[in-house]
């Protein structure tokens, strides 16, 4: 019988993995944005301390922003925080109310949780 106290080797080396392309996919992302000199910000998202599964920030003063933006967003690993641990929190990004100067971050987890989180968001219109 497995135990299940226990990650799988290969668990560590997804982690490794992880833990290494991070910063090369965000490297890409600013040179993304610069080449085409669209919008790239990093955004917090509070969960706030009593644990929960959906956190909103909405934006203004957004100069880069216009009602016809394109913008997608990624979710940051926290320093710290085990890649795998991060991922089964199932979290996913939303987008919306879009609008001159102007728009919302809403982030889903699959579990309740707590704390901040960083948001990279990438945009152009």
Known sequence: MASIDRPPPQAAFVDR?????????LWMNHLYAWIRGIGLQNYTVDFGAAPAN???VTLTNQP????QSVITANVLCPAGVAPATFNGLGMKVVISDIAANTFKITLFTSVNTTGAYIVSVVGSD
Do not use: H
Request: proline share 6%; net charge positive.
């Open 17 to 25: 993995a992880l833990n290494i392309l991070q910063p090369w996919r």
């Open 54 to 56: 959906t956190a909103t």
């Open 64 to 67: 880069w922003v216009t009602a």
